[in-house]
């Protein structure tokens, strides 16, 4: 199954406790829909108030179903930030079979928040990006990206494969694309902090050549409301 979302109202894609997420209102449609417990796996969860434009999801259940059927009556149960796109057989893993994730993050150049950019943050327009472009271009192939893990993480390997970033300047906005093997709990929110604060010559480009995989420290959290992740590859 594929959905699509706008995160700002919610807690994040996991189930939790007295909180409002992605996955309890798509199984609890679920479970209405084919009168059974119905538990999802996503590719990944995202966090609290982050969107995505293409979430890929699966499910296991007994009940056999037409899957543009299914699709329509999900849709028409779902609130208005969850819509269900596609829906078909598949022997896939949301999760462990995804091969590259690509998230983007949205940005304006501008004195003023403008009103009619909300997706976006609103970054400095003197902002350097030709060294932000050089920054992410650190980023690429397999490094220890223990200095952009969230603080209060646990995971096993801090090891990550980046295949490619990109910087472009589209109309009004600033697009920020990275695509990896897999992300680190805020890892992507780190790096577009850090590379703002490169672009506004507040860290040196220098520094981050020695130390980025080794002993720096990512002390700069983009704002989650303006992350999307955009597309996931399983082949």
Request: with cysteine; glycine share 4%; aromatic share 12%.
């Amino acid at each position: 199954m594929i959905i699509t979302y706008n995160g700002r109202e919610f807690s994040g894609w996991q189930r939790q406790k007295n909180s409002n997420s992605i996955q309890e209102v798509l199984e609890d449609k679920l479970t209405f829909l084919l009168k059974e417990n119905i538990k999802c796996t996503a590719s990944g969860r995202t966090d609290a108030k982050v969107s995505a434009y293409f979430q890929p999801v699966h499910f296991e259940c007994e009940r056999d179903f037409n899957a543009e059927k299914m699709k329509n009556s999900l849709n028409a149960l779902l609130p208005n930030s969850i819509k269900v796109l596609s829906i078909e057989p598949s022997s896939l893993h949301a999760r462990f079979s995804a091969k590259k994730k690509t998230y983007l993050y949205k940005m304006y150049p501008s004195t003023i928040e403008l009103p009619l950019f909300s997706d976006a943050l609103r970054v400095d327009p003197n902002v350097d990006i030709n060294k932000m472009k050089k920054f992410i271009r650190l980023l690429r192939g397999t490094h220890d990206f223990l200095g952009f893990r969230a603080s209060n993480a646990q995971n096993e390997s801090t090891v990550r494969t980046i295949y490619d970033t990109k910087l472009k300047r589209i109309g009004p906005y600033l697009y920020f694309y990275i695509t990896g093997n897999g992300f680190l709990y805020k890892m992507v929110r780190n790096i577009v902090g850090t590379m703002l604060e490169v672009g506004a010559n507040r860290l040196a480009l220098s520094d981050l050549k020695k130390t980025i995989f080794k002993t720096f420290k990512s002390t700069h959290t983009a704002k989650p409301e303006y992350l999307y992740l955009l597309q996931v590859k399983y082949r």
